[in-house]
């Protein structure tokens, strides 16, 4: 079956700019996260969902971050006035919540952002 | 969560096992090990875990320690498609846990 995707797969965007980056998860997972991988490190936790509602915000770095799933599926994580620094590779994974899945997250490809 | 150290970089020759080692000395007795490993470009992908006993699975072995202080990912018969960053990480439950990712092991294969 399809797998976790993101869109865009890559995104340039100017210092101040505002962006917007989707993650379509695994159908009828229930939870979703969203991490950011800077160059050479591992993947950063930023936010979790489960279902519509935001479980556990506390990666999130500042209040330019905002992630939301209104319909419990898709995610769109926003980020407001661009920062050099927000330049990374942010990743999406999905999981199911059947305790048969060991917690196993599923991840999409990532969304490089490139903040000029 | 409790820390683990891997070792920066390993490298190994094609066809032959890889032992990549972990270690978790402040582990908690609900932790579970869990391995994933990140190909170049792609996202990362579960390879295996295990909380006592020695697992094993289509893509690989773990074995646990019997202190459950350090744990080794291995590879039976290495390909160029092992080349990966692999991450040891432990989780508390399954419930909600985020993953909490180090900076892992680098293996390069050798042809």
């Known amino acids: 079956g399809a797998g976790v995707s993101q869109t865009p797969s890559n995104k340039v965007t100017e210092k101040g700019k505002y962006v917007e980056l989707r993650c379509d998860p695994i159908?009828?997972?229930?939870?979703l996260y969203w991490y950011r991988q800077s160059l050479g490190q591992g993947p950063e936790f930023l936010i979790y969902?489960?279902?519509?509602?935001?479980?556990?915000d506390s990666g999130l770095p500042n209040d330019r971050f905002f992630a939301v799933r209104p319909e419990g599926s898709v995610s769109t994580l926003k980020i407001q006035r661009t920062e050099r620094g927000d330049s990374a590779v942010y990743l999406c994974?999905?999981?199911?919540?059947?305790?048969?899945?060991?917690?196993?997250?599923?991840f999409g490809p990532g969304t490089r952002l490139t903040v000029l | 969560d409790a820390k683990t150290t891997q070792p920066n970089s390993m490298e190994s020759n094609e066809e032959e096992p890889v032992h990549l080692p972990c270690n978790h000395s402040t582990i908690s007795g609900t932790d579970y090990i869990h391995w994933y490993r990140q190909l170049p470009s792609q996202g990362p992908e579960y390879v295996i875990h295990?909380?006592?006993s020695n697992v094993n699975n289509r893509m690989a072995s773990l074995a646990i320690a019997e202190d459950r202080k350090s744990s080794t990912l291995i590879l039976h018969r290495a390909t160029l498609r092992d080349a990966a960053v692999y991450y040891c990480?432990?989780?508390?439950?399954?419930?909600?846990?985020?993953?909490?990712f180090g900076t892992g092991t680098r293996l390069t294969i050798i042809p």
């Open positions: 994974a999905s999981r199911s919540l059947d305790p048969a899945s060991y917690n196993e997250q599923f």
């Open positions: 295990g909380l006592t």
């Open positions: 969902f489960q279902g519509t509602g935001a479980a556990d």
């Open positions: 159908s009828g997972h229930t939870a």
């Open positions: 990480i432990l989780i508390s439950n399954f419930g909600n846990e985020k993953l909490t």
